[in-house]
């Protein structure tokens, strides 16, 4: 089995910067992809950021620029560096991991960041 959990999310005003962290564990041997995602009420889950183990990354244009997405594969965690945000940045932003070989995802319970103008 394996848990991911989210840290970090928040209340910031509008132009100022927030990190999540997300960190995998259990029986993990290696992770392929991590990656951050968020969803609004009622809205459908939208990709923000993933990174491969070899450090290839993939940003949605609306926070190319904004967000930067590393990780530690030693630690299974991955970081999402939000900066410049905007109040349509307000979601929960959720992380997933997909694991090498296996191909299996799980995902985090989310954690709300919020943007006030």
């Known amino acids: 089995q394996v848990q991911v959990a989210e840290s970090g999310g928040g209340l910031v005003q509008a132009g100022g910067s927030l990190r999540l962290s997300c960190v995998a564990s259990?029986?993990?041997?290696?992770?392929?992809?991590m990656g951050w995602y968020r969803q609004a009420l009622g809205k459908q889950r939208q990709l923000v950021a993933t990174?491969?183990?070899?450090?290839?990354?993939n940003y949605a244009d609306s926070v190319k620029g904004r967000f930067t997405i590393s990780s530690d594969n030693a630690k299974n965690t991955v970081y999402l560096q939000m900066d410049s945000l905007k109040p349509e940045d307000t979601d929960v932003y959720y992380c997933r991991v997909v694991l090498a070989g296996t191909g299996y995802a799980y995902w985090g319970r989310g954690t709300q960041v919020t943007v006030t103008s």
């Open positions: 990174i491969t183990a070899g450090g290839a990354t």
């Open positions: 259990g029986d993990i041997f290696m992770l392929n992809t």
